[in-house]
């Protein structure tokens, strides 16, 4: 009984996937960081401007994440609810303090890593590979696991090719980051993109709207 | 038959009927649902979804909303506290019995 029920709650968690608009729309934030970092390397760092983006970063990337939110969730309310219904999810108090000992953890990890990697391996970028690892941890645990939706292992497989190819290439870091951004933001676009595509395919808008 | 095995006969048949446990189990796992959606999950008619609805918000299990989204009008469940409850107590009640029967 345990396992049907965590078999709905699996498939209900995966409902708020099946559309691929959450995925377009971080395809977006992933294009905006790309710009950022292209930006502020353009501008280079003792500029004003250059200061400016990089003292705002938290801000910008605050508000990037708030207003992704929004979008998501009007998109949501024009193209998936009419077709397959309306969903609130609810804040999962479950485990609260576990999971924030694991995000600590990961979190001293990756700082651990990027540290080791940086001064380990003086010929590689180790700020886009540490990124490309934790891009790639985000999907694969976070929605992966959680969902079990193979796309996502997919985009972290990109994520670390990607972080891994960059670090090697000897290009300057910001130009490196936002080709990086760049690349998985195509990556999420495009398996944004086609899932949208099937889902629409799948459930045509109907022709009675409303509920019961 | 032991005294455990007759609890059986206790159960909630109301959380027992299988498409209301369904919907039970459903709405358990979210903080509320639309009718659309529970009867995509559920596989269940209109009528028949509305009907086991009605009978667990009767019950104090669920919680019916009649809103409107724009000018759609929309139908949100919700599982009650008491719900929850009886869905746990079902659910232990299911397990022990499980257990003793192998």
Redesign the interface.
């Known amino acids: 009984m345990k396992d049907e029920t965590s078999q709905i709650e699996r498939r209900v968690n995966r409902y708020w996937y099946s559309d691929g608009i959450g995925e377009l729309i971080g395809g977006g934030v992933f294009f905006l960081l790309a710009a950022y970092f292209a930006l502020q390397q353009f501008l280079g760092e003792q500029s004003f401007v250059g200061g400016l983006l990089q003292a705002g970063l938290i801000l910008a990337l605050i508000g990037v994440m708030y207003i992704g939110r929004r979008v998501v969730n009007t998109l949501k309310a024009r193209i998936t609810y009419p077709r397959t219904g309306y969903v609130e999810y609810r804040a999962d108090a479950r485990n609260a303090n576990l999971r924030r000992v694991l995000a600590l953890l990961t979190g001293m990890a990756v700082a651990a890593l990027s540290v080791f990697v940086a001064n380990r391996f003086n010929m590689i970028d180790g700020m886009v590979a540490v990124t490309g690892v934790l891009v790639a941890i985000i999907f694969m645990v976070k929605q992966g696991w959680i969902s079990r939706l193979g796309r996502f292992f997919y985009l972290s497989a990109v994520s670390l090719v990607s972080g891994g190819i960059l670090s090697v290439s000897g290009f300057p870091r910001g130009y490196n980051l936002g080709l990086f951004y760049a690349l998985m933001g195509v990556a999420l676009a495009l398996s944004g993109g086609l899932t949208l595509k099937n889902y629409l395919r799948e459930n045509p808008f109907p022709a009675e709207t409303g509920n019961e | 038959m032991s005294e455990d095995l007759r609890g059986i006969n206790d159960l909630d048949r109301l959380i027992h009927e299988p498409a209301r446990l ?1 919907i039970a ?2 709405l ?14 559920t596989n269940l008619t ?1 009528g028949n ?2 009907a086991h609805l009605s009978k667990l918000e009767e019950a104090g299990y669920v919680k019916v909303e009649k809103t409107f ?1 724009g000018k ?5 469940c919700k599982l009650t506290a008491k719900g929850q409850k009886a869905l746990a107590a079902y ?1 232990q009640q ?2 022990m019995f ?1 257990d003793k029967t192998g």
């Open positions: 369904l189990t459903i358990s796992t979210v903080s509320s649902a639309d009718f659309l959606f529970l009867q995509r999950e209109k979804l509305s989204k759609l009008p929309l139908t949100v659910r299911m397990r499980m």
